[in-house]
Protein backbone atom coordinates (compact mmCIF):
# COMPACT_ATOMS: atom_id res chain seq x y z
CA UNK A 1 0.00 0.00 0.00
CA UNK A 2 2.72 2.44 0.75
CA UNK A 3 4.33 1.84 -2.59
CA UNK A 4 1.45 2.61 -4.37
CA UNK A 5 1.68 5.54 -2.37
CA UNK A 6 4.88 6.67 -3.81
CA UNK A 7 4.28 5.34 -7.39
CA UNK A 8 0.79 6.71 -7.67
CA UNK A 9 1.89 10.85 -8.19
CA UNK A 10 4.64 9.81 -10.94
CA UNK A 11 1.83 8.65 -13.22
CA UNK A 12 0.47 12.12 -14.01
CA UNK A 13 4.04 13.03 -14.36
CA UNK A 14 4.93 10.35 -17.40
CA UNK A 15 1.45 11.18 -18.69
CA UNK A 16 2.03 14.62 -19.28
CA UNK A 17 5.58 14.63 -20.32
CA UNK A 18 4.66 12.29 -22.57
CA UNK A 19 2.13 14.27 -24.01
CA UNK A 20 3.65 17.14 -24.18
CA UNK A 21 6.73 15.36 -26.17
CA UNK A 22 4.13 13.80 -28.36
CA UNK A 23 2.87 17.42 -29.09
CA UNK A 24 6.23 18.55 -29.82
CA UNK A 25 5.47 20.13 -33.19
CA UNK A 26 1.97 21.89 -32.27
CA UNK A 27 3.86 24.06 -29.67
CA UNK A 28 6.58 25.15 -31.30
CA UNK A 29 8.62 27.46 -29.67
CA UNK A 30 6.41 27.31 -26.35
CA UNK A 31 7.96 23.91 -25.99
CA UNK A 32 9.97 24.46 -23.08
CA UNK A 33 7.16 26.64 -20.95
CA UNK A 34 4.96 23.81 -21.75
CA UNK A 35 6.90 21.22 -20.50
CA UNK A 36 7.54 23.62 -17.05
CA UNK A 37 3.70 24.09 -16.67
CA UNK A 38 3.08 20.30 -17.01
CA UNK A 39 5.73 19.38 -14.90
CA UNK A 40 4.03 22.02 -12.56
CA UNK A 41 0.69 20.86 -13.08
CA UNK A 42 1.38 17.24 -11.77
CA UNK A 43 4.53 17.06 -9.73
CA UNK A 44 2.78 18.79 -6.58
CA UNK A 45 0.67 15.52 -6.28
CA UNK A 46 3.41 13.97 -4.57
CA UNK A 47 3.01 16.32 -1.57
CA UNK A 48 -0.55 16.01 -1.58
CA UNK A 49 -0.56 12.42 -1.58
CA UNK A 50 2.46 11.10 0.94
CA UNK A 51 4.08 14.76 2.08
CA UNK A 52 3.30 15.82 5.36
CA UNK A 53 0.20 17.70 6.47
CA UNK A 54 2.09 21.31 6.20
CA UNK A 55 3.10 21.01 2.66
CA UNK A 56 -0.65 19.93 1.50
CA UNK A 57 -1.95 23.62 1.41
CA UNK A 58 0.83 25.09 -0.76
CA UNK A 59 1.01 21.50 -3.13
CA UNK A 60 -2.74 21.75 -3.82
CA UNK A 61 -2.62 25.45 -5.03
CA UNK A 62 0.48 25.43 -6.85
CA UNK A 63 -0.63 21.89 -8.17
CA UNK A 64 -4.50 23.58 -9.73
CA UNK A 65 -2.17 26.80 -9.95
CA UNK A 66 0.19 24.45 -13.03
CA UNK A 67 -3.02 23.50 -14.36
CA UNK A 68 -5.11 26.63 -14.56
CA UNK A 69 -2.17 28.79 -16.43
CA UNK A 70 -1.58 25.61 -18.61
CA UNK A 71 -5.40 25.96 -19.43
CA UNK A 72 -6.22 29.35 -20.12
CA UNK A 73 -2.70 30.90 -21.46
CA UNK A 74 -1.81 28.06 -23.08
CA UNK A 75 -4.63 25.52 -24.37
CA UNK A 76 -2.24 23.19 -23.30
CA UNK A 77 -3.96 21.36 -20.15
CA UNK A 78 -2.58 17.25 -20.34
CA UNK A 79 -4.01 14.51 -19.35
CA UNK A 80 -1.95 13.76 -16.81
CA UNK A 81 -2.58 17.18 -15.39
CA UNK A 82 -6.22 16.64 -15.62
CA UNK A 83 -5.55 13.00 -13.45
CA UNK A 84 -3.24 15.03 -11.35
CA UNK A 85 -6.09 17.12 -10.06
CA UNK A 86 -8.63 14.57 -9.60
CA UNK A 87 -6.66 12.67 -7.44
CA UNK A 88 -5.83 15.74 -5.76
CA UNK A 89 -9.14 17.14 -4.85
CA UNK A 90 -10.16 13.14 -4.11
CA UNK A 91 -7.12 12.97 -1.85
CA UNK A 92 -8.41 16.53 -0.03
CA UNK A 93 -12.08 15.70 0.29
CA UNK A 94 -10.49 12.14 1.89
CA UNK A 95 -8.40 13.60 4.40
CA UNK A 96 -11.06 16.04 5.89
CA UNK A 97 -9.94 19.08 4.15
CA UNK A 98 -12.99 19.61 1.65
CA UNK A 99 -12.47 23.38 1.56
CA UNK A 100 -9.40 23.10 0.39
CA UNK A 101 -10.74 20.99 -2.44
CA UNK A 102 -13.09 24.18 -2.97
CA UNK A 103 -10.76 26.67 -3.54
CA UNK A 104 -8.65 24.63 -5.96
CA UNK A 105 -12.08 23.91 -8.05
CA UNK A 106 -13.01 27.73 -8.38
CA UNK A 107 -10.44 28.94 -10.85
CA UNK A 108 -12.37 26.24 -12.97
CA UNK A 109 -15.62 27.47 -12.46
CA UNK A 110 -14.54 31.16 -13.08
CA UNK A 111 -13.03 30.18 -16.73
CA UNK A 112 -15.83 27.86 -17.53
CA UNK A 113 -18.17 31.16 -16.51
CA UNK A 114 -16.02 33.88 -18.35
CA UNK A 115 -13.63 31.95 -20.43
CA UNK A 116 -14.15 33.94 -24.34
CA UNK A 117 -12.66 30.43 -26.04
CA UNK A 118 -15.15 27.70 -26.85
CA UNK A 119 -12.55 24.45 -26.20
CA UNK A 120 -10.93 26.12 -23.22
CA UNK A 121 -14.73 26.81 -21.87
CA UNK A 122 -15.61 23.04 -22.56
CA UNK A 123 -12.34 21.75 -20.88
CA UNK A 124 -13.46 24.35 -17.63
CA UNK A 125 -16.35 22.54 -17.25
CA UNK A 126 -15.48 18.92 -18.19
CA UNK A 127 -12.32 19.20 -15.46
CA UNK A 128 -15.16 21.14 -12.71
CA UNK A 129 -17.08 18.42 -13.40
CA UNK A 130 -15.02 15.43 -12.70
CA UNK A 131 -13.40 17.12 -9.69
CA UNK A 132 -17.02 18.00 -8.06
CA UNK A 133 -17.33 14.37 -8.53
CA UNK A 134 -14.15 13.12 -7.33
CA UNK A 135 -13.98 15.38 -4.12
CA UNK A 136 -17.90 14.15 -3.13
CA UNK A 137 -16.47 10.72 -3.91
CA UNK A 138 -13.15 11.64 -1.29
CA UNK A 139 -15.64 13.19 1.32
CA UNK A 140 -18.29 10.04 0.96
CA UNK A 141 -15.08 7.87 2.12
CA UNK A 142 -14.11 9.78 4.87
CA UNK A 143 -17.56 9.85 6.22
CA UNK A 144 -17.89 6.06 5.80
CA UNK A 145 -14.94 5.42 7.84
CA UNK A 146 -15.68 7.95 10.87
CA UNK A 147 -19.03 6.32 10.60
CA UNK A 148 -17.41 2.83 11.08
CA UNK A 149 -14.92 4.11 13.79
CA UNK A 150 -17.76 5.37 15.97
CA UNK A 151 -19.84 2.23 15.12
CA UNK A 152 -16.61 0.29 16.33
CA UNK A 153 -15.98 2.66 19.48
CA UNK A 154 -19.97 2.51 20.02
CA UNK A 155 -19.62 -1.40 19.87
CA UNK A 156 -16.69 -1.72 22.39
CA UNK A 157 -18.38 0.77 24.86
CA UNK A 158 -21.93 -1.59 24.41
CA UNK A 159 -19.52 -4.29 24.91
CA UNK A 160 -17.75 -2.81 28.13
CA UNK A 161 -20.69 -1.76 29.80
CA UNK A 162 -22.09 -5.39 29.20
CA UNK A 163 -19.06 -6.84 31.06
CA UNK A 164 -19.72 -4.06 33.47
CA UNK A 165 -23.27 -5.07 34.08
CA UNK A 166 -22.14 -9.04 34.28
CA UNK A 167 -19.74 -8.46 37.15
CA UNK A 168 -22.39 -6.61 38.87
CA UNK A 169 -24.49 -9.76 38.89
CA UNK A 170 -21.92 -12.25 39.58
CA UNK A 171 -21.56 -9.26 42.39
CA UNK A 172 -24.98 -9.61 43.43
CA UNK A 173 -25.53 -13.37 43.19
CA UNK A 174 -22.70 -13.50 45.44
CA UNK A 175 -24.45 -11.51 47.55
CA UNK A 176 -27.86 -14.34 47.62
CA UNK A 177 -25.29 -17.08 48.13
CA UNK A 178 -23.82 -15.70 50.84
CA UNK A 179 -27.56 -14.75 52.28
CA UNK A 180 -28.85 -17.66 51.92
CA UNK A 181 -26.41 -20.51 51.77
CA UNK A 182 -24.94 -19.26 54.99
CA UNK A 183 -28.21 -19.13 56.65
CA UNK A 184 -29.04 -22.23 56.00
CA UNK A 185 -25.92 -23.79 56.51
CA UNK A 186 -25.03 -22.63 60.05
CA UNK A 187 -28.60 -23.55 61.20
CA UNK A 188 -27.65 -27.16 60.23
CA UNK A 189 -24.06 -26.41 62.24
CA UNK A 190 -26.16 -25.28 65.44
CA UNK A 191 -29.19 -27.58 65.02
CA UNK A 192 -26.49 -30.83 65.16
CA UNK A 193 -24.67 -28.90 67.82
CA UNK A 194 -27.99 -28.26 69.84
CA UNK A 195 -28.97 -31.53 69.08
CA UNK A 196 -26.04 -33.36 70.30
CA UNK A 197 -25.30 -31.02 73.55
CA UNK A 198 -29.35 -31.25 74.46
CA UNK A 199 -30.61 -35.22 73.34
CA UNK A 200 -30.60 -36.73 77.03
CA UNK A 201 -29.03 -40.20 77.14
CA UNK A 202 -27.83 -39.98 73.51
CA UNK A 203 -25.42 -42.88 72.53
CA UNK A 204 -21.45 -41.85 72.35
CA UNK A 205 -21.79 -43.11 68.53
CA UNK A 206 -24.91 -40.45 67.94
CA UNK A 207 -23.08 -37.51 69.67
CA UNK A 208 -19.81 -38.19 67.12
CA UNK A 209 -21.71 -38.39 64.04
CA UNK A 210 -23.88 -34.90 65.32
CA UNK A 211 -20.35 -33.65 65.69
CA UNK A 212 -19.26 -34.41 62.20
CA UNK A 213 -22.40 -33.08 61.06
CA UNK A 214 -21.42 -29.34 62.67
CA UNK A 215 -17.39 -29.34 61.74
CA UNK A 216 -18.93 -30.59 58.18
CA UNK A 217 -21.04 -27.83 58.10
CA UNK A 218 -18.64 -25.14 59.53
CA UNK A 219 -15.87 -26.88 56.56
CA UNK A 220 -18.65 -25.92 54.23
CA UNK A 221 -18.85 -22.23 55.24
CA UNK A 222 -15.41 -21.78 55.35
CA UNK A 223 -14.99 -23.63 51.70
CA UNK A 224 -17.89 -21.52 50.38
CA UNK A 225 -16.60 -18.30 51.60
CA UNK A 226 -12.97 -18.76 49.52
CA UNK A 227 -15.04 -19.45 46.54
CA UNK A 228 -17.42 -16.88 46.99
CA UNK A 229 -14.75 -14.22 46.94
CA UNK A 230 -13.90 -15.84 43.95
CA UNK A 231 -17.10 -15.05 42.82
CA UNK A 232 -17.49 -11.44 43.90
CA UNK A 233 -14.14 -10.69 41.94
CA UNK A 234 -14.51 -11.95 38.64
CA UNK A 235 -15.38 -15.05 38.14
CA UNK A 236 -17.39 -16.56 35.04
CA UNK A 237 -20.23 -18.50 34.48
CA UNK A 238 -20.00 -21.14 32.61
CA UNK A 239 -23.24 -23.44 31.90
CA UNK A 240 -24.77 -22.28 35.29
CA UNK A 241 -28.20 -23.03 35.21
CA UNK A 242 -30.15 -20.66 37.30
CA UNK A 243 -33.40 -21.45 38.54
CA UNK A 244 -35.12 -18.42 39.64
CA UNK A 245 -37.91 -17.66 42.31
CA UNK A 246 -40.09 -15.23 43.80
CA UNK A 247 -37.95 -13.18 46.21
CA UNK A 248 -38.56 -12.86 50.48
CA UNK A 249 -40.24 -10.30 51.74
CA UNK A 250 -42.17 -9.08 54.73
CA UNK A 251 -44.02 -12.22 54.71
CA UNK A 252 -41.62 -14.50 55.26
CA UNK A 253 -40.30 -12.99 58.31
CA UNK A 254 -42.26 -15.12 60.27
CA UNK A 255 -41.23 -18.08 59.17
CA UNK A 256 -37.60 -16.81 59.28
CA UNK A 257 -37.83 -15.77 63.23
CA UNK A 258 -39.70 -18.98 64.06
CA UNK A 259 -37.09 -20.70 62.00
CA UNK A 260 -34.09 -19.37 63.50
CA UNK A 261 -36.08 -19.96 67.39
CA UNK A 262 -35.80 -23.77 66.58
CA UNK A 263 -32.65 -24.17 65.30
CA UNK A 264 -30.90 -21.91 67.89
CA UNK A 265 -32.91 -22.98 70.93
CA UNK A 266 -33.29 -19.62 72.25
CA UNK A 267 -35.75 -16.76 72.39
CA UNK A 268 -36.47 -14.75 68.84
CA UNK A 269 -39.44 -12.23 68.97
CA UNK A 270 -40.65 -10.58 66.00
CA UNK A 271 -42.06 -7.39 67.37
CA UNK A 272 -44.39 -4.91 64.90
CA UNK A 273 -45.46 -1.12 65.21
CA UNK A 274 -46.75 0.66 63.42
CA UNK A 275 -49.43 1.58 60.58
CA UNK A 276 -48.45 -1.29 58.41
CA UNK A 277 -47.84 0.06 54.87
CA UNK A 278 -47.16 -1.36 51.54
CA UNK A 279 -43.69 -1.55 50.58
CA UNK A 280 -41.75 -1.29 47.53
CA UNK A 281 -40.68 -4.98 46.18
CA UNK A 282 -37.40 -4.17 46.90
CA UNK A 283 -37.65 -2.64 50.54
CA UNK A 284 -38.84 -5.89 51.21
CA UNK A 285 -35.98 -7.61 50.02
CA UNK A 286 -33.67 -5.55 51.36
CA UNK A 287 -35.60 -5.94 55.12
CA UNK A 288 -35.88 -9.52 55.19
CA UNK A 289 -32.21 -10.19 53.77
CA UNK A 290 -31.04 -7.48 56.76
CA UNK A 291 -33.14 -9.49 59.55
CA UNK A 292 -31.92 -13.06 57.87
CA UNK A 293 -28.02 -11.61 58.56
CA UNK A 294 -28.46 -10.51 61.71
CA UNK A 295 -29.67 -13.39 62.95
CA UNK A 296 -27.36 -15.42 61.51
CA UNK A 297 -24.87 -13.21 62.99
CA UNK A 298 -26.25 -14.12 66.51
CA UNK A 299 -26.16 -17.33 66.34
CA UNK A 300 -22.94 -17.38 65.12
CA UNK A 301 -21.47 -14.65 67.41
CA UNK A 302 -23.79 -14.95 70.70
CA UNK A 303 -24.85 -18.53 70.41
CA UNK A 304 -28.12 -18.79 72.89
CA UNK A 305 -28.77 -15.32 72.96
CA UNK A 306 -31.93 -14.10 72.99
CA UNK A 307 -32.78 -12.03 70.08
CA UNK A 308 -35.66 -9.22 68.91
CA UNK A 309 -36.34 -8.33 65.61
CA UNK A 310 -38.37 -5.17 65.27
CA UNK A 311 -40.46 -3.40 62.22
CA UNK A 312 -41.33 -0.18 62.89
CA UNK A 313 -43.87 1.43 60.53
CA UNK A 314 -43.67 5.25 59.75
CA UNK A 315 -44.17 8.50 57.68
CA UNK A 316 -40.49 8.28 57.25
CA UNK A 317 -39.82 4.82 56.33
CA UNK A 318 -39.88 1.41 57.50
CA UNK A 319 -37.19 1.05 60.89
CA UNK A 320 -35.53 -2.39 61.17
CA UNK A 321 -33.94 -3.00 64.69
CA UNK A 322 -32.46 -6.67 65.45
CA UNK A 323 -30.71 -7.06 68.56
CA UNK A 324 -29.36 -9.67 70.28
CA UNK A 325 -28.02 -9.61 74.18
CA UNK A 326 -25.09 -11.56 73.71
CA UNK A 327 -21.05 -10.04 74.18
CA UNK A 328 -21.11 -7.71 71.79
CA UNK A 329 -18.80 -6.47 69.14
CA UNK A 330 -15.72 -8.42 69.64
CA UNK A 331 -13.33 -5.93 67.33
CA UNK A 332 -12.25 -2.02 68.51
CA UNK A 333 -14.29 -0.94 65.17
CA UNK A 334 -17.95 -1.46 66.41
CA UNK A 335 -18.28 -4.49 63.88
CA UNK A 336 -18.19 -8.26 64.92
CA UNK A 337 -15.74 -9.97 63.30
CA UNK A 338 -17.03 -12.30 60.26
CA UNK A 339 -15.66 -16.11 60.65
CA UNK A 340 -12.57 -16.42 58.88
CA UNK A 341 -12.00 -12.76 58.45
CA UNK A 342 -13.46 -12.80 54.86
CA UNK A 343 -17.10 -12.40 55.51
CA UNK A 344 -18.96 -10.22 53.33
CA UNK A 345 -22.55 -10.04 55.70
CA UNK A 346 -22.14 -6.22 57.16
CA UNK A 347 -20.77 -5.22 53.20
CA UNK A 348 -23.87 -7.21 52.15
CA UNK A 349 -26.31 -5.18 54.33
CA UNK A 350 -24.88 -2.30 53.76
CA UNK A 351 -24.59 -2.29 49.80
CA UNK A 352 -28.43 -3.34 50.06
CA UNK A 353 -29.58 -0.41 52.43
CA UNK A 354 -27.43 1.43 49.79
CA UNK A 355 -29.45 0.42 46.58
CA UNK A 356 -32.85 1.69 47.99
CA UNK A 357 -31.47 5.14 49.54
CA UNK A 358 -31.51 3.79 53.69
CA UNK A 359 -29.29 4.36 55.92
CA UNK A 360 -27.57 1.28 58.29
CA UNK A 361 -25.59 1.41 61.94
CA UNK A 362 -24.18 -1.65 63.50
CA UNK A 363 -22.16 -1.78 66.45
CA UNK A 364 -22.95 -2.69 70.29
CA UNK A 365 -26.63 -2.11 71.69
CA UNK A 366 -26.81 0.18 75.07
CA UNK A 367 -26.50 -1.92 77.83
CA UNK A 368 -24.87 -4.76 75.96
CA UNK A 369 -25.46 -6.99 72.86
CA UNK A 370 -25.25 -5.86 69.55
CA UNK A 371 -27.23 -3.75 67.36
CA UNK A 372 -28.10 -3.62 63.83
CA UNK A 373 -30.53 -0.84 62.75
CA UNK A 374 -31.57 0.17 59.28
CA UNK A 375 -34.25 3.26 57.83
CA UNK A 376 -35.58 2.42 55.21
CA UNK A 377 -37.64 4.53 52.64
CA UNK A 378 -40.95 2.96 52.16
CA UNK A 379 -43.99 4.21 49.00
CA UNK A 380 -42.97 7.19 46.10
CA UNK A 381 -39.46 7.57 48.59
CA UNK A 382 -38.23 4.22 47.76
CA UNK A 383 -39.47 4.55 43.97
CA UNK A 384 -37.61 8.09 44.33
Request: charged share 20%.
Amino acid sequence: MRRAVRVLPAVPVVLAVGEVLVREGGTGGNLAVVLLLALAGTSPLAFVVGGERGFRVPAALALSLGCVLALVPFRALTLGGVVAQLVCVFVLGRAGWPWLAGVVLVPYVVVALVGDQGATRVVAVLVATLASAAAATGITQRARTTSLAHSATERAFADTLVEHAARGERARIARELHDVVAHHISMIAVQAETARLTTPGLPAEGAARLLAIGDTARGALTEMRRLLGVLREDAAAHGTDVRRRPQPGIGQLLELVDASRDAAGARTRLIVSGPVAPLDPGVEVTAYRIVQEALTNARRHAPGAAVDVELRYGAGGLGVRVRDNGPGPACGDGNRPSPGGDGHGLLGMRERVATVGGSLRTGAAPGGGFLVEARLPTGTEALA
